[in-house]
């Protein structure tokens, strides 16, 4: 193959990954990887089961099979894959839900209207859908679950490696600032016997947080309060966390949750930012795409070092180091200035 054709190939693959995304969300929302899972199944047995007509689903899974996505282990019949397993619902590495939520058409619009950032720097979502993202999961209570539970897919990866990556030994009380349904508070107070937590988010978000810490035994050392960051925080924790909270914020957002943190936080306490920490240059990184995300959905960013410090520092606190820095997701550490 020339260098030409490399070339087109390379962005015939960049066009192809449009609907590569739509069959994703497409069957993982008829959950056919989880009737895969006793072996593979015929197309006809699938479609009966899904409610599908058998040959549109066999196309489907024909163009997936060809990029790793399920396998053709006979004419018309398809089993798992290591990537189709990541599409069970049943798996501690799922994300199911992620890809359900980028099917959804309050996503999917946002995300085709880029070009509506890109000439006004205002969101997409706000744009196609006539409300902020926040107000419309709180108007849209089934879709606000499904959200929750994609952002409960990407704890179980991206925040569960970072919190791996730092060691929390000594905290007493950890307050997970924007903590949805404590998925990520839950795995942090199973790892530390000794901990207690708060899982702080709006009130209608917070309730769902009550069942995943039971289910992870560690309901009894945690507490669930309702509120608005922008507004004020928990007090008196010595650690503060904010998981992929901060890149759905503008910098005069960011600096007023960080300031009402500082505010209340312990001396000597510490806050720790999992988020993506983009590296300058041409360097490849999930967060520089997480980025657009962000350009779509909110008024966010995904921030470098550098930028870190001066919101840090704008709300009086210090960025001391970064765990993990080149992962897609790092912690970064700051102190009381």
């Known amino acids: 193959m020339s ?7 390379t962005m015939w693959d960049f066009h192809s ?3 590569m995304g739509f069959m994703l969300s497409a ?5 056919i990887a989880d009737r895969l899972v006793d072996g593979p199944l015929s197309v006809d047995e699938l479609a009966e089961l899904t409610g599908s007509d058998a040959d549109g689903l066999y196309r489907v899974l024909r163009a997936m099979a060809s990029k790793g996505v399920f396998t053709e282990t006979s004419r018309r ?3 798992l894959t290591p990537l189709a397993e990541i599409l069970r619902s049943d798996t501690a590495h799922s994300l199911r839900d992620v890809f359900r939520l980028q099917g959804k058409h309050f ?9 509506y950032s890109i000439r006004t720097g205002e969101p997409a979502f706000d744009h196609v859908n006539g409300e902020e993202l926040f107000a419309y999961l709180a108007r849209h209570p089934d879709m606000n679950e499904l959200f929750s539970g994609a952002m409960g897919n990407a704890a179980g990866q991206t925040q569960q490696a970072a919190v791996e990556a730092y060691d929390l030994t000594g905290v007493r009380r950890l307050v997970d600032v924007g903590g949805a349904h404590g998925h990520l508070l839950a795995s942090i107070l199973a790892r530390y016997p000794g901990l207690e937590g708060v899982v702080f988010d709006q009130p209608h978000v917070v309730t769902g947080a009550e069942r995943v810490l039971d289910e992870a035994g560690v309901l009894d050392r945690a507490e669930l309060v309702g509120g608005d960051y922008l507004t004020s925080v928990p007090a008196a924790g010595d650690a503060y ?3 992929h909270v901060l890149h759905q914020l503008s910098d005069g957002e960011a600096i007023a949750v960080l300031t009402n943190i500082r505010r209340v936080m312990d001396p000597a306490g510490r806050v720790l930012v999992i988020d993506p920490v983009i590296p300058e240059g041409d360097v490849p990184h999930p967060g520089k795409f ?3 995300t962000m350009m779509a959905l909110s008024r966010g960013r995904d921030r470098t070092e550098a930028e870190f410090a001066e919101v840090f520092g704008k709300a009086g606190l210090r960025l001391t180091g970064t765990v993990g ?3 897609p997701s790092s912690v970064v550490i700051a102190v009381p200035a």
């Open 3 to 9: 260098e030409k054709e490399a070339l087109l190939s």
């Open 17 to 19: 990954g449009l609907r």
């Open 27 to 31: 069957v993982a929302e008829i959950r």
């Open 77 to 79: 019949v398809f089993g």
């Open 107 to 115: 996503m999917r619009n946002a995300y085709a209207e880029i070009g």
């Open 241 to 243: 966390v904010i998981s």
């Open 290 to 292: 997480m980025d657009i």
């Open 325 to 327: 820095l080149n992962s």
